[in-house]
């Protein structure tokens, strides 16, 4: 990583654990200042103050459920008072529920598409004016769910999917202003794995890890590192559109 971190300002939705709080540390500690935003207080306490502790840049938490109404309006209003405006967005929060079609509920649906897809979408054009305005860059926490077969995830798939299109579209029209990106990982070991998998996470554990070619889970930091790499201005300039999986090889 490039000396190109220094006074970074960073909004990471989803900050408070798995993925998002491996991003929260990581950029900290690369002497970004960064705005942890997450629904559970405690959790983002916890991660921003180890975060901040000593590692060059800043952490602070901001509680908000990203789906709320005027989150997005909330969010941008609180990044500018706190980080006085806005260089990279990373939207992390995710919501999984894995089920069979015929098992599957609405709400479960409308549900991971306001999450995985809308609140994304808003908070993008909530912070648009300071991401232009320092010419800035977003990155997408997708998943290689939303560019293979799905069975009995296929909600889950098709909300990343969209989340995948609206990445590549954005790219282009916000050019060449405000790069933006996905990262698109493969199973990673974190809580929300198990809680989206329920009583069939086990069986669901061993088929996924003997499908993918490096025979394991992926680790939160080692996703944390990509997405670093595509803010990282000193690394990925040129970089816009790209969906890149981070998946151990599930997608070739």
Known sequence: MSSSWEGLRLVVTGGGSGIG??????????????LA?????????????????GKGGTA??????????DSAARIAQRAGEVL?????????????VFDRLEDAT?????GMVDTNLVAPALLIRALLPMLR????????VSSVGGVLAMPSRSFYGASKA?????????????????????????????????????????????GIVAGTPMGRFGLASE??????HLVDPGTSSWVTGSLVAVDGGRAA
Not at 133 to 140: D, H, I, L, Q, Y
Not at 223 to 228: L, P, R, S, T
């Open 133 to 140: 305005s320092t010419r800035g860059c977003v990155v997408n």
């Open 223 to 228: 996703v944390a590192a990509w997405v670093c």
């Open 37 to 53: 935003v997450g629904r559970q207080a405690d959790r983002l306490a916890e991660v921003t103050a180890k975060a901040g502790a």
């Open 84 to 96: 006085g405006g806005v260089d990279a967005l990373v939207n992390n929060a995710g919501h999984a």
């Open 21 to 34: 709080a491996a991003v929260v540390a990581r950029a900290a500690g690369l002497g970004a200042d960064v």
């Open 162 to 206: 969209a989340l995948n299109s609206l990445t590549r579209s954005l790219a282009v029209e916000l050019a060449p202003e405000v790069r933006v990106n996905a990262v698109l990982p493969g199973p990673v070991d974190t809580g929300l794995w198990d809680l989206a998998a329920g009583e069939g996470a086990d069986a669901l554990r061993e």
């Open 106 to 110: 609405e709400a479960d649906l409308r």
């Open 60 to 69: 602070v938490p901001y509680a908000v459920d990203v789906t709320a109404p």
